[in-house]
């Protein structure tokens, strides 16, 4: 039947393209027709989601190939089984009413881990006496299109394996995203909070409104009193101490200092290296971040360095969180205890009462100072040379992130949006130097990089010694942990051009007959051009095809 179609395929050769067309899908139907009649199916051993395995799309199914004897041999991947709880373990813990129990008044949904080993302990018991789902998020399958994106399903199971005061940490947490964010935000993960505002609302004001603000939290928001909220301030310094709310902001020991800061996690526009491998680190199953991840907000608070000050200095015990960010930016009054964000008071999503901003470091590095969010620094925000294989990684091989990448981001038009255009393309952009900096230029690409053009002077805001360019290429900064996303944000949309007669004409023909013009991609809604017209042109035109023989 095969070779028959062919050797008609060839006979028609010459005639028409449109015949061609119609004798290949009339023989196409003819041998359906002929299967189904001669043949019994065979048994196939082909998994239902083949295809989607062979063409890459289904990677967690992939299986590795061996190649280290002389012939290939495609090795098993790892599956995971039911689901298990070793009940026994976990009740010789004790009651976790009590072991969990609330632990400062004012205080709800907080467990200090830090400083409780034998706490730490017994929790590790529980979770590990129980097995959880394994990881559902889009490492796995594809990113569902819900809002949110992400339930955060073995977080929330964690939390309630531990229980009582972190029973209530994820409704608590949903709750107060309702109460404080705005209702256009695009929550990446339900719990942890993860969560960034739509492009378009991203780049409508130069500042953040706090409700737009992105959110990254790593766990539950515990709700505090503030009466009862105290910042310690030990270990680093000569006389540790505790300081109130009204200390801190008694103007007579504390200058007040007020910054405008732009804050970005250092997962911003991880969506472009996830697109190339979903990568590895602890962060990575959470989240899928795009361009929205980044801030500008107003705070007012006062320096940390007055507050060292305060409690004799700077004593030479070796420090912890707040060490890892230089003394040098302590010094240079670049780290803020801020307790207001856009003269609203720091929304309790936002770190209410009180939130650490460290200028022109990544996000992670703005939170309060607490020992047992040491391993953040030197396990998650890292960034692996991509040489090295994720097998080889070591944590001592990552590169701790400090300060943010020099970034930017067009925010619309959208990859494969369709714009209608009189020979220019209007795009809205966010641009950022990096660690603190302004950005010096900001320009424009429509050929792939080739060719740059400069965004006028006129729209660009203030700047401060930039010194930072953007690599061409996502790839060229793939690193596994999917940090600092550093490269053009590329997008690819389908221009139509209406200076051009011809596009004009077209596009009046959709006009007239009522005929929406996106989207592309499916068949064209009328024939570009009448049959005659095509009689016509065959008429005149040579099909340029040598004479046989
Ligand atoms: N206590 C606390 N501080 C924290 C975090 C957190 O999970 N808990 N996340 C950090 C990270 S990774 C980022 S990017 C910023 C995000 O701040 P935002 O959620 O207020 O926008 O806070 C940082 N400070
Ligand atoms: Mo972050």
């Known amino acids: 039947m095969r070779s028959e179609s062919r050797c008609v395929l060839s006979a028609t050769a010459t005639r028409s393209r449109k015949t061609r067309f119609t004798l290949a899908s009339e023989l196409r139907f003819a041998a359906a027709a002929s299967h189904v009649h001669v043949r019994k199916a065979p ?100 990113i569902p299109p819900t809002n949110p994106v992400l339930p955060g399903t073995r977080w929330k199971m964690w939390h309630h394996a531990i229980g009582s005061e972190l029973t209530d940490a994820p409704s608590d947490s949903w709750e107060l995203v309702g109460k404080e964010k705005h209702p256009d935000m695009l929550h990446l993960l339900q719990f942890p909070y993860i969560a960034e505002p739509p492009k378009h609302l991203v780049t409508e004001d130069l500042m953040t409104p706090n409700s737009l603000h992105f959110v990254r939290n790593h766990g539950g928001i515990p709700v505090i009193d503030k009466e ?9 310094v000569a006389h540790p101490q505790s300081f109130t709310l009204d200390d801190l902001k008694d103007e007579s020991r504390f200058p007040r200092m007020e910054k405008t800061v732009a804050m970005q996690c250092s997962d911003t526009r991880r969506i472009e290296q996830m697109l190339k491998n979903p990568g590895q ?65 720091l929304p309790r999503i936002h ?35 991509q040489q090295t294989g994720k097998h080889n990684l070591k944590f001592t091989d990552g590169i701790q992130i400090q300060e943010t990448p020099v970034s930017s981001a067009i925010m619309s038009p959208w990859t494969k949006q369709v714009v209608l ?26 050929d792939g990089g080739f060719n740059w053009y400069a965004a006028p002077e006129a729209n660009l805001s203030k700047k401060h010694n930039p010194l930072n360019t953007q690599l061409p290429e996502v790839r060229t900064a793939w690193n596994w942990g999917l940090h600092v996303t550093s490269s053009c944000h590329r997008i690819m949309v389908y ?35 009448t049959e005659s017209e095509y009689e016509e042109y065959w008429k005149e035109h040579d099909p340029r095809d040598a004479e046989d023989g």
């Open 495 to 529: 221009s139509v051009n209406a200076s051009r007669p011809a596009t004009q004409k077209r596009l009046n023909e959709f006009e007239t007959k009522g005929i929406p013009f996106a989207p592309v991609m499916v068949p064209l809604a009328f024939p570009p051009q």
């Open 351 to 385: 770190g209410y009462p009180l939130r650490i901003m460290v200028f022109g470091y990544i996000g992670a590095r703005c939170a309060i100072a607490r020992p047992s969010r040491a391993p953040m620094q030197s396990q998650e925000y890292l960034y692996f040379p």
């Open 281 to 345: 680190g602890g962060e990575v199953p959470q989240a899928p971040w795009a361009e929205g991840a980044i801030g500008c907000a107003h705070y007012v608070g006062i320096s940390l360095k007055k507050v060292i000050k305060a409690c004799g200095g700077l004593d030479n015990k070796p420090m912890n969180y707040v060490a890892s960010v230089s003394w040098s930016k302590v010094k240079a009054s670049e780290v803020m205890l801020a307790w207001d964000m856009n003269g609203q008071g």
């Open 228 to 236: 009862h909220y105290s910042f310690q301030l030990d270990g680093l």
């Open 43 to 142: 048994k196939t051993t082909n998994r239902p989601d083949e295809w989607m395995i062979e063409q890459g799309m289904s990677g967690a199914v992939v299986p590795a190939l061996d190649m280290r004897s002389g012939t290939t041999v495609k090795l098993p991947v790892q599956t995971f089984g039911e689901l298990t709880k070793d009940e026994e373990a976990i009740r010789t813990m004790g009651h976790r009413d009590k072991l969990f129990a609330a632990e400062r008044k004012g205080w709800k949904g907080f467990v200090e881990w830090g400083d409780a080993p034998e706490k730490r302990e017994a929790a590790h018991i529980i979770l590990t006496a129980q097995t959880f789902p394994p990881n559902p998020e889009y490492q796995f399958k594809p």
């Open 421 to 446: 255009h009189h020979g220019t393309i209007r795009c809205q952009r966010w641009a950022y130097s990096g660690g603190g900096h302004w950005s010096q230029s900001v320009e424009l690409s429509n």
